[in-house]
């Protein structure tokens, strides 16, 4: 069970978009829409942005959406703002009731 | 809103087992909907998930440390706990506990650092 691969990091301008990979196997992310997307600010706990491929929970700004083809999800943030820049970690269902996070991304905003 | 507290030793030696406590409120540790989970992150590096417990004492592990840890629950305290033997360097990272079906925590506590270290 190794990690879910994501870019080191990823960068933009205030009101652009931009969009964070995730990596996997047929064995995971490929095969069950069970993924779910963490915004985590330095020395905060994370917070579920996305669950189960595309849903947003209650209170998560809708400038959050997420998609997945194949092995890869899809993270997308768009118009950009201050407040998004944090860690990003994406997390699929690995069968036999296991769960695998990625490497994480660190998000920018110029 | 549920809320979780993590505690325990911050230090932990070589060899010896990690014990960390969760204290939950707003919500119970008996209820069988409700599935509890630990969570880690080494310092500068990713999350990893460590297990859960369900319908009051069920577990579910991360086969990379299924071996070494233990989850379990204290109803009547509304806690549920962690131990993970062995200890080594590698285990040293920030422990959290979180609330949510299993891959969608939406609760988190504040998570605790735990140090591996003689």
């Known amino acids: 069970q190794s990690a879910l691969t994501q870019p080191a990091s990823v960068s933009g301008s205030p009101g652009q978009s931009i969009t964070i990979s995730c990596t996997g196997t047929?064995?995971?992310?490929?095969?069950?829409?069970?993924v779910s997307w963490y915004q985590q600010h330095p020395g905060k706990a994370p917070k579920l942005v996305i669950y189960e491929v595309n849903k947003r929970p209650s209170g998560v700004s809708s400038r959050f959406s997420a998609s997945k083809s194949g092995n890869t999800a899809s993270l997308t943030i768009s118009r950009l703002q201050a407040e998004d820049e944090a860690d990003y970690s994406c997390?699929?269902?690995?069968?036999?009731?296991?769960?695998?996070f990625g490497t994480g991304t660190r998000v920018t905003v110029l | 809103q549920v809320q979780l507290q993590e505690s325990g030793p911050g230090l932990v030696k070589p060899s010896e087992t990690l014990s960390l406590i969760c204290s939950v409120s707003?919500?119970?540790?008996?209820?069988?909907?409700?599935?509890w989970s630990w969570i880690r992150q080494p310092p500068g590096k990713g999350l990893e998930w460590i297990g859960y417990i369900y319908n009051s004492g069920s577990a579910k592990y991360n086969p990379s440390l299924k071996s070494r840890v233990t989850i379990s629950g204290d109803t009547s305290k509304n806690q549920f706990s962690l131990k993970l033997s062995s200890v080594t360097a590698a285990d040293t990272a920030v422990y959290y506990c979180?609330?949510?079906?299993?891959?969608?925590?939406?609760?988190w506590g504040q998570g605790t650092l735990v140090t591996v270290s003689s």
């Open positions: 979180a609330r949510g079906l299993p891959g969608e925590w939406s609760d």
């Open positions: 997390c699929s269902y690995a069968g036999s009731y296991t769960y695998v």
């Open positions: 047929s064995n995971d992310v490929g095969s069950y829409n069970l």
């Open positions: 707003g919500g119970s540790v008996s209820s069988g909907s409700q599935y």
